[in-house]
């Protein structure tokens, strides 16, 4: 039913959120940052916009709107799922630990060498970096000076790289993905907040799923 048709893109979302989620030079506090997101289950565009240290992303996949917002400091977070059609809203809290919990089963990121070949990707000069995963595959990473987003908007695995990923590979939960930023804008967004708003029913994240297995309640 309704739920079912809500789950591919809401694991994808929560996914490409996490990965875009990393230390990022115009030194912004916030506004909105767009990348392109290649994923098993295709591409996508994602707005996320920031304000001081939590980042919101909305998008609709078939009758539900997500928002997802993450406090790239503190690592805590907030689902919201708003499905009008069957005048439901639920809110599912990310605590530390499960974000946590979620990095850990990722692959780790290491070895970040910058090569000092330099080429403008989109409207942005960025440098390569090379790093590699645990399993010894290597990647290759694009960065720039250029903008520089909020100190630990891209997460803890690339710290080390100094500048804003421009193009980049990262994984979650086992999954590739790959993400190439198209722009960076300096508007007025916000402020957010992680705290549940009126009207949503607060749930884990495996009732929810559990409701999209089952097809709803």
Known sequence: MMFKSVKTGLLAAVLVASAVVANAQKKLTQGTATYTAETPQGSMDQKFKFNGNIFRLDMEQGPATIGILQDYVAKTGLMLIDVPVAQKQFAV???????????????????????????????????????????????????????????????????????????????????????????????????????????????TMQQLMSMMQGGGQ
Do not use: C, H, R
């Not at 908007?153 to 590979?169: A, P, R």
């Open 93 to 203: 809290k990310m605590s530390k630990q499960e974000i946590e919990q979620a990095e850990a089963a990722s692959p780790k990121l290491s070895d970040f060498k910058a090569t000092g070949e330099k080429q403008k990707i989109g409207n942005y000069n960025a440098e390569k970096y090379t790093y590699k995963d645990d399993k010894g595959e290597t990647y290759e990473l694009w960065a720039t000076t250029e903008v520089e987003l909020p100190a630990g908007f891209f997460g803890s695995q690339f710290k080390d790289i100094k500048g804003t990923l421009v193009k980049y590979t990262t994984f979650q939960n086992g999954m590739k993905v790959n993400l190439t930023l198209k722009g960076v804008s300096e508007d007025k967004v916000g402020p957010f907040s992680l705290e549940v708003p009126s009207g949503y029913e607060v749930v």
